[in-house]
């Protein structure tokens, strides 16, 4: 593992990369895409190494994609971001059908455990190697051998009643896994309804006293799959929106990007006034993020003041968010190509979001300075939670939770999308690692994005709001990544025919700085472990893609589309 | 005149049970409206209260004797202790060291309630406890050092000798006089020394496997063991006259509280080992004073 790349002379850029990863495989290069394929046999772990630790890069995901209609074998993609080359490096692994197995690289980036367990549970494609070869997704009652998205199950299989189920257990013992406690702890229940948590997650705490000895998660509880409605009977137009509907605070970057992960296998230039508005919604909903934890945060440090102001102030940028989109939340301004016609920004709207932000930022500028000189808020989160930028490169961890990790990195500014390829963006890093630090960045990108949503204001200009998205080709790979408040979201997409998707595989931020979170709680007091749970400012509904799709049907009836995107 | 003791102290006893989460409501208000909202109505607390009592108390698993009667033991301590303590009528009080009774009865009440949570078993209400126990054990121990000072002070234990006692205007009482206040603050398990319960935390803490009517006497307990804190710290300070009490007493006891309230808005939570450092702070400086006192100033 150690031999490759000491003596090698480092690439200068993508090209002389592209010859440089020959020694590992055959590199193919389509506009930030380095599609690596054929593998040498047993460099696979050399690669991830070399990629990860020493370029500079890190892993972003893995996605597995069961190509067996169209090239008779599955496909499990690994997806490395190299920053400095701008290029994306996707590892194109292949696994024969009768025996689909390939190499774990969980070992030498523990980041890819829960990608390569997804990919296990959904696809079936068994990784050799991985320290943890257990269900992470599908629920313990799932029959064995049953794989949602291989194309082979039909999207809309009624699953079967509960005695079936209990049979197909029992015929198939499906490898349910219960981690041992490490020695005689107590354990503490956080979950699946816990007050720190909004949404339903389960973490296991060992306790000594008040100390954590150590933590485990469990989670997934709300997957309901909406991959599949996507791959199976979507449009490219509708699961924008179901895109957007992923997550009730972070939607709109994951419709962005969704769109622009279409747009890049398809080659659709989206005009500027789009990208411009994109970004304008885009920082808004990141502004309003960023409030909503900070209230967040302070309720859970007991200081429901702050929270109450900042909860306020959220509702400010809510009425901001009406003004421009006619909602609160879920702007559904997006499209494959652009912006819809009716989301068009006006000059009078541009002023009065102006000065709506300038009576936000001095209202947030009179509280903020006094809650975070507070006291007990300084007490409780200095020093608390400390994630190392060691530790942060080792879980891939994204957004602000790196960035206060020491950590530059920065979707909108090291791999521009929408509009900020127009406008610089600032970003502050900071280097303590700990709770305090996440605060104080989070704070920092509140004043930035309102200065940033002033500028793109200013510069918006005039042209069409979409571009013709009327032909799509088929078998095209697109990753489309916008920074969202957590961190990079990502978006791969294989585009198929009729109008419609062959694999949509979403990816949020707080999937990768989720599995940081046991190593913040070792050593920490129990009181300090929703706070720390928080600082990530996780959002499981959108690791977990949760949508409600049709309340009255139930579970026994295939998922319906019809109130979520409204066609059909 | 025993009769008519006993009449005072069972008015006193009524004054203190019906004004105690009266005094909730009108803090909630207050609360609100420093944190901008509007907040429920001042007898808010008094409609939960109702609502919980009529409940019946659901209880989990096999309860222990222990952790049914707890939240009525410790009922019944501070009932009597309200029936001894001058609060709205001078009275009620004058049996032989009842300062020391006074603040068992008020300690025991409280560790009652924890012991019987405890005995639940469940993970969060054993934490919250423990934490409530440490916390009230330190604190316990600065009141024991101010009353200490008071007897000292007034060379007695009994009640009706004590108060008040600032009839003895020397530098050691006035200090004592405020480090009770403070702990009379941390007693009332205010924040950010608020952390038996803890809700985001423990989610209610020692309160967690306790429901309706039992549930309901806990929270009414609480109410009322703030009232009779602060109705003792008033006790030492004003004149023990029935006029002082039936006019001054009232409007200090709210004005306290709603000092109090407002105090508590500007704090978060402390973590109970940095909550137990600062209460043994408080501890060294009792000693200090305790040290004045007998050298006379």
């Known amino acids: 593992m150690r031999s490759s790349g000491i003596n090698q002379v480092r690439p200068r850029n993508k090209y002389e990369l592209m010859i440089d990863l020959r020694r590992f495989g055959e590199p193919r290069l389509r506009g930030k895409y380095l599609f690596l394929s054929r593998i040498k046999s047993g460099r696979l772990r050399d690669l991830v190494d070399y990629l990860h630790w020493r370029l500079g890069g890190y892993y972003s995901t893995s996605i597995g994609v069961d190509e067996r209609p169209l090239d008779g074998y599955f496909h499990v993609y690994h997806v490395f971001v190299l920053e400095e080359y701008g290029v994306y490096v996707l590892v194109d692994l292949i696994a024969d059908p009768g025996h689909p197995v390939v190499e774990s690289i969980t070992p030498v980036v523990p980041a890819a455990n829960w990608a390569e367990r997804e990919i296990m549970d959904f696809i079936g494609v068994k990784f050799r190697g991985h320290p943890e070869p257990h269900r992470l997704i599908l629920p313990d009652d799932w029959p064995e051998n049953v794989y949602p998205l291989r194309k082979d199950y039909p999207y809309d299989d009624k699953l079967p009643t509960s005695d079936k189920i209990a049979k197909l257990v029992r015929e198939s013992s499906p490898a349910t896994w219960e981690p041992e406690a490490p020695g005689d702890h107590t354990v503490i229940p956080v979950g699946p309804y816990h007050p720190a948590l909004h949404e339903p997650e389960y973490f296991e705490l060992f306790v000594e006293g008040e100390k954590i000895v150590d933590a485990r998660y469990k989670g997934f509880m709300v997957h309901r799959g909406i991959e599949k409605i996507a791959e199976s009977r979507l449009s490219y137009n509708q699961v924008s929106f179901i895109a957007e509907r992923i997550c009730g605070i972070c939607g709109f970057t994951h419709s962005t990007a969704y769109c622009q992960a279409v747009e890049e296998a398809a080659g659709i230039d989206v005009p500027e006034r789009a990208e411009y508005i994109r970004s304008i919604l885009l920082e808004i909903e990141r502004i309003h993020s960023h409030f909503l934890w900070m209230g967040v945060a302070f309720h859970l440090l007991g200081y429901d003041t702050g929270f109450m102001i900042m909860w306020r102030l959220r509702e400010s940028i809510m009425d901001l968010a009406e003004e421009l989109t006619g909602s609160r939340k879920m702007y559904g301004a997006n499209i494959v190509g652009g912006i819809r016609d009716k989301w068009d920004i006006r000059d009078d709207k541009a002023a009065l979001i102006k000065r709506m932000l300038d009576e936000i930022r001095e209202e947030y500028l009179k509280y903020i300075p006094k809650i975070i000189s507070l006291e007990e808020i300084k007490k409780r989160t200095r020093g608390v939670g400390v994630l190392s930028r060691s530790d942060a490169r080792k879980y891939s961890v994204l957004g602000p939770h790196a960035r206060a990790s020491g950590i530059k990195t920065d979707v909108r500014k090291y791999r521009p999308y929408a509009a900020y390829k127009y406008v610089n963006v600032e970003i502050p890093v900071l280097d303590d690692g700990d709770i305090y630090a996440r605060m104080i960045v989070r704070h920092e990108e509140i004043l930035a994005s309102i200065d940033l949503i002033h500028r793109l204001l200013d510069n918006i200009p005039k042209t069409p709001l979409h571009a013709d998205t009327s032909y799509i080709p088929e078998r095209r790979h697109g990753i489309g990544c916008t920074e969202a408040p957590r961190g990079e979201d990502l978006h791969f997409v294989i585009t198929g025919r009729d109008n419609k998707l062959y694999r949509w595989r979403p990816r949020a931020p707080t999937y990768n700085n989720l599995l940081s979170v046991p190593a913040m709680l070792r050593g920490e007091y129990l009181a300090d472990a929703p706070i720390i749970i928080a600082s990530i400012d996780p959002c499981f509904s959108c690791t977990d893609h949760v949508v409600v799709v049709d309340l009255r049907s139930g579970r026994r009836r295939p998922l319906r589309t019809r109130g979520v995107v409204g066609g059909r | ?297």
């Open chain 2, 1 to 297: 005149m025993v009769w008519l003791n006993t009449l005072y102290g069972v008015l006193n006893a009524c004054f203190i049970l019906l004004v105690g989460p009266l005094i909730d409501g009108v803090e909630r208000k207050i609360r609100a409206r420093l944190q901008n909202r509007r907040g429920p109505s001042i007898l808010q607390t008094w409609y939960d209260l109702v609502k919980l009592l009529r409940k019946p108390a659901a209880r989990t698993g096999v309860p222990s004797t222990l952790f049914r009667l707890s939240v009525y033991i410790g009922f019944v301590n501070l009932l009597i202790v309200s029936l001894f303590i001058p609060s709205i009528l001078c009275g009620g009080m004058g049996f032989f060291g009842d300062l020391i009774l006074f603040i068992y009865l008020l300690s025991s009440s409280k560790v009652f309630v924890l012991i019987g949570s405890y005995s639940s078993g469940s993970p969060y209400a054993s934490i919250g406890s423990t934490r409530e126990v440490s916390l009230s054990m330190a604190s316990e121990l600065v009141l024991a050092e101010i009353i200490a000072l008071i007897a000292l002070s007034r060379s007695s234990l009994l009640l009706s000798n004590v108060f008040p006692v600032t009839a003895v205007l020397r530098p050691s009482v006035l200090i004592g006089l405020g480090v009770l206040g403070i702990i009379v603050y941390i007693e009332h398990s205010r924040l950010p020394f608020e952390i038996g319960e803890a809700e985001p935390e423990l989610a209610g803490g020692y309160t967690i496997e306790y429901a309706g009517r039992d549930l309901g006497f806990i929270l009414w307990s609480n109410t009322i063991r703030r009232t009779l804190l602060t109705t003792f710290l008033i006790d030492l300070i004003i004149p023990l006259d029935v006029l002082y009490h039936l006019v001054i007493y009232p409007v200090l006891l709210f004005s306290i509280m709603i000092v109090f309230t407002a105090i508590e808005t500007g704090w978060g939570r402390l973590r109970i080992d940095i909550s137990l450092k600062y209460v043994k702070r408080l501890s060294y400086v009792m000693w200090g004073v305790i040290l004045l006192a007998l050298i006379g100033y």
